[in-house]
């Protein structure tokens, strides 16, 4: 793997770690009695993220990364294991989560008071996204009459306004038109150079080269790829 910058060839991240999972476990319970099932989808994950490291979670369909994320950013409660994190989160969920009426900028703005930016500072981020991500024409657009891969990109904005120290984000290009998807790795790029933590679920084999580090889900534990 070639990567997008420099790479990490020292091994696992170990103390230097800004988010780190161990023995991580859980379990869903489907259906209702007698007809109850469980279903044992993570079963001891381990993993680390160093700063400046893009790293890519792959698997199979259904083997647990969105659980592993939710679980991660806190989203979900694991049921077994531990999550440390230092720094800032920001989180792009597979499906988007917004308010249908409020537009593009009032997303930003409610997020960015969320986050605790100043005005200025939110104003000046927002601005930065619209150019990076193509989409300021629809700044006044209310979500629910914005197209999928628009609305993409808003979900994806959102996890980035406050450029935090770790970012997670999950199957967070889709719907992007290729010159899109072109512009979210030069992005992922320049957060890398600021010595960010990227860690990105994804299915296609052509990221693979633009990662410092792939980890696969297999049997509800990580193991490098
Ligand atoms: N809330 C839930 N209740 C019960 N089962 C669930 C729930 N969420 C996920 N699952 C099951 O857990 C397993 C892992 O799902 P998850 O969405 O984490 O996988 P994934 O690797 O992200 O899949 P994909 O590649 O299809 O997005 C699947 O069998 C799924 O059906």
Same mark, same amino acid.
């Given at each position: 793997m070639t990567g997008i910058g420099a790479r990490h060839d020292d091994g696992p991240p170990g103390d230097r770690a800004v988010l780190a999972a161990a023995g991580i476990e859980k379990t869903y319970r489907r259906g209702v009695w007698p007809a109850r099932r469980r279903v044992r989808v993570l079963r001891g994950v381990d993993l680390a993220l160093a700063p400046g490291e893009v790293v890519g979670l792959v698997g199979e369909n259904g083997s647990g990364k969105s659980t592993l994320m939710k679980v991660l950013v806190g989203a979900l409660s694991a049921d077994a294991g531990t999550v440390t994190r230092s720094g800032r989160l920001g989180y792009c969920p597979q499906e988007p989560v917004v308010y249908? %009426?409020?537009t593009c900028d009032e997303h930003f703005e409610l997020f960015g008071h969320a986050y605790g930016l100043t005005d200025q500072a939110q104003r000046r981020a927002r601005r930065e996204l619209y150019e990076e991500l193509g989409f300021? %024409?629809?700044?006044?657009? %209310?979500s629910d009459r914005l197209s999928g891969g628009t609305l993409s990109k808003l979900n994806l904005g959102l996890a980035l306004l406050a450029d935090p120290e770790v970012l997670l984000l999950d199957e967070?290009?889709?719907?992007?038109?290729f010159d899109t998807y072109l512009k979210f790795w030069e992005l992922v790029g320049e957060r890398r150079r600021a010595g960010r933590s990227v860690l990105i679920i994804s299915h296609?084999?052509?990221?693979?080269? %633009?990662?410092?580090r792939i980890i696969e889900l297999r049997d509800g534990r990580a193991v490098p790829r």
């Open positions: 249908e %009426r409020l300021e %024409r629809y700044a006044a657009t %209310r967070p290009y889709a719907g992007f038109d296609f084999v052509t990221d693979e080269e %633009r990662f410092d």
